[in-house]
C-alpha cells in the first residue's frame, strides 16, 4: 500500500487498507523528519546528527542502503538516540 492521494481523500477503503495506509504513513513522516534532520545538519557543515527517537525498521534499512552509519547512543533505552553519520 502507499499514501492516500490527494484526489482519494473522499474514498472509504477497506479497514485493511486503511491499516495498510497508517503503516505507509508512519514510515514516510519519519524518513522526512530523518532527511529533514540530516540536510539541516549539512547545511551547517556537520557531518552527523542525533536522532531522538526510535528508528522505525524501513527509516533505519533506507538510511543503511544509502550509506549512512547508524549508531544507537541512548543511555537508558539505546535506541531512543541515534547517531547518524555521513
Known sequence: ???VEKDE????????E???NAKT???AIQLKAVAYAINSAA???LFRVVFQEILRPAVKAELEN?????V????AD???????EW
Request: aromatic share 6%; charged share 15%; hydrophobic share 35%.
Open 1 to 3: 500500500m502507499s499514501l
Open 9 to 16: 481523500m473522499t474514498t472509504l477503503f477497506s479497514a485493511s
Open 18 to 20: 486503511s491499516n495498510a
Open 25 to 27: 504513513a508512519e514510515d
Open 43 to 45: 547545511n551547517t557543515g
Open 66 to 70: 544509502k550509506g549512512y552509519s547508524i
Open 72 to 75: 544507537p547512543i541512548g543511555v
Open 78 to 84: 539505546p535506541d531512543k538516540h541515534t547517531l547518524i
